[in-house]
């Protein structure tokens, strides 16, 4: 069991390591601590966290704490678990969604405990201490470790602060992690297509910030009440053909990139075989415009771009 001055230090104070420092504080864990490694940065983060200690190293942190969440880049976890020395009374974790425990090995071999502890949210470096809390509430954590008193530790601490957690198995953990990613940073890129559209026809910035945050909401509200089937709407849908024809025609117009995207959207949601798709056996005409319309969508994924 985690306890509330139980020594907790954080290696690196970007968008999660900082995120995590307020939540642990707001919570009630009183010995917090963080490495930033630039001075510059040490202001902002002191003023966020008032009581937390932070430290301009990772070996300093790791002699001060018993429990080492390492909020790194994926790419330097197993760099910070070599060159560091680590202790027995130990417990070493990272915060990675694709990765096993297997990379903090080198802590392994010192005798700490390792495992892993990762929200499934996104954080960024915009933190506002009394909403903090809000973005892990309901979060699933997926924990892993070698120690069972560890894996209950990290449960204790996933819900203490609102999650939910979970245990995905090793072998699955880059697919669980990268459909986190495609409802995070690909739901971003996807609405980024829209914005340049809709600037380069001639909508000012904050037109086009409007047209997204309207739709996108509203989307969003709908799949969350209602699920996703019923949140689909478009001509795919009311089966307009010519609508999707015109769709295609200007796209592969502005950017045969962009075609590709909806191309490939538009064949996901006509073959999804729960949607709620309309389709009328005894209508030859719909039956051979929806084979057109696939055809004109594997053509535009074929083309060049
Ligand atoms: N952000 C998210 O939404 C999110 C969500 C779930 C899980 N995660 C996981 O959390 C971890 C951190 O992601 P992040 O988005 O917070 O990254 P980030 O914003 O880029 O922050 C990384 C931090 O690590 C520091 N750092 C880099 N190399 C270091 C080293 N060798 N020793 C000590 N500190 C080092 C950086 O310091 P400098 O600024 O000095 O380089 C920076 O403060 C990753 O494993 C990621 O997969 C992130």
Redesign the pocket.
């Known amino acids: 069991m985690l306890a509330f001055n139980s020594r907790i230090g954080i290696?690196?104070?970007?968008?999660?390591?900082t995120n995590l420092a307020v939540v642990l504080a707001n919570h009630g864990y009183e010995r917090v601590s963080i490495?930033?490694?630039?001075s510059s940065?040490k202001p902002s983060i002191q003023a966020l966290l008032p009581k937390v200690t932070i430290f301009d190293n990772?070996q300093d942190l790791a002699d001060f704490s018993d429990l080492i969440i390492?909020?790194?880049?994926?790419h330097?976890?197993t760099?910070?678990a070599e060159?560091t020395t680590w202790n027995s009374q130990q417990s070493v974790i990272?915060?990675?969604?694709p990765l096993s425990y297997d990379v903090l090995a080198a802590a392994s071999d010192s005798g700490a405990s390792i495992g892993s502890f990762?929200?499934?949210?996104?954080?960024?470096?915009n933190i506002n201490i009394a909403s903090v809390n809000k973005l892990f509430e309901g979060t699933l954590i997926n924990i892993s470790s070698d120690s069972p008193t560890l894996l209950e530790s990290l449960s204790n601490l996933s819900r203490k602060i609102g999650g939910i957690p979970i245990s995905i198995p090793d072998e699955l953990r880059p697919l669980y992690h990268v459909a986190a990613v495609i409802t995070?940073g690909s739901l971003a890129a996807l609405m980024s297509i829209s914005m340049n559209i809709w600037k380069a026809i001639g909508l000012t910035e904050s037109e086009a910030a409007s047209a997204l945050k309207t739709l996108s909401t509203t989307t969003l509200a709908n799949v969350h009440e209602h699920g996703i089937p019923a949140s689909l709407t478009g001509p795919i849908l009311r089966q307009d053909f010519e609508t999707i024809d015109s769709h295609l025609n200007a796209l592969m117009h502005y950017s045969p990139e962009a075609a590709g995207v909806y191309a490939l959207l538009s064949k996901i949601t006509l073959d999804g075989s729960s949607l709620p798709i309309e389709k009328d056996p005894n209508s030859k005409d719909v039956s051979n415009r929806y084979t057109d319309l696939i055809e004109r969508i594997s053509s535009c994924l074929e083309s060049p771009r």
């Open positions: 290696i690196g104070s970007g968008r999660l390591g490495t930033c490694r630039k940065a990772n390492v909020c790194t880049p994926d330097q976890i760099t910070v060159s990272h915060c990675c969604g990762h929200p499934c949210q996104t954080f960024t470096g995070c």
